[in-house]
T-cell receptor, first 115, second 114 residues
Framework: DGGITQSPKYLFRKEGQNVTLSCEQNLNHDAMYWYRQDPGQGLRLIYYSQIVNDFQKGDIAEGYSVSREKKESFPLTVTSAQKNPTAFYLC??????????????FGPGTRLTVL | DAKTTQPTSMDCAEGRAANLPCNHSTISGNEYVYWYRQIHSQGPQYIIHGLKNNETNEMASLIITEDRKSSTLILPHATLRDTAVYYCIVRALLSGGGADGLTFGKGTHLIIQP
């Protein structure tokens, strides 16, 4: 919301196919994040990036990959190695990765269903 | 990061104050308390955060006990649009800085009744 675009809102894929989820932001924020949410659960961190060309694994990075070639974009690829990819995926940003807390802004999310 | 404990669900009448408790008995001295909420099928939204003093903004008030082991989020005049899952999060500041993401539990499902 408010400058973070995730598309599409709903995505369907066949089992065994890689799929890339888009996250674009025009907030000029440095840090970007990917979270996964399963039904009735909280959010779990997949990957995050504090600056361009750098990213770090979160708590559940296995089966996922990311890139950060541009400040505005942080695409997430769900690979065939991810055993349970069906979930709600949320992208977030913060102003920077400095020592002071910065509010995280979330996108509208992409609901991925693997058939 | 310290863990938090929240009730699974709560009801509140429209127009009344909604008080959402959170226990964080193992919180460290440099950990802040943050509150986010998530309306169904949307991304979470930041509400408020604090360290040890009570805080208020246009959305809510945050009351932190003196020993910092618990806190309460107060929505002063709840409306139907406040129905959401509310997450209480404590977060450590990394040495040397760095924003490594937030740890969300299951939160409290607040239902505002008409």
């Amino acid at each position: 919301d408010g400058g973070i675009t995730q598309s599409p809102k709903y995505l369907f894929r066949k089992e065994g196919q890689n799929v890339t989820l888009s996250c674009e932001q025009n907030l000029n924020h440095d840090a970007m994040y990917w979270y996964r949410q399963d039904p009735g659960q909280g959010l779990r961190l997949i990957y995050y990036s504090q600056i361009v060309n750098d990213f770090q694994k979160g708590d559940i990075a296995e089966g996922y990959s990311v890139s950060r070639e541009k400040k505005e974009s942080f695409p997430l690829t769900v690979t065939s190695a991810q055993k349970n990819p069906t979930a709600f995926y949320l992208c977030a940003t913060t102003i920077d990765g400095g020592p002071s807390y910065n509010e995280q802004f979330f996108g509208p999310g992409t609901r991925l269903t693997v058939l | 990061d310290a863990k938090t404990t929240q009730p699974t669900s709560m009801d509140c009448a429209e127009g009344r104050a909604a008080n959402l408790p959170c226990n964080h008995s193992t919180i460290s001295g440099n950990e802040y308390v943050y509150w986010y909420r998530q309306i169904h099928s949307q991304g979470p939204q930041y509400i408020i955060h604090g360290l040890k003093n009570n805080e208020t903004n246009e959305m809510a008030s945050l009351i932190i006990t003196e020993d910092r082991k618990s806190s309460t989020l107060i929505l002063p005049h709840a409306t139907l649009r406040d129905t959401a899952v509310y997450y209480c999060i404590v977060r450590a500041l990394l040495s040397g800085g760095g924003a490594d993401g937030l740890t969300f539990g299951k939160g409290t499902h607040l239902i505002i009744q008409p």
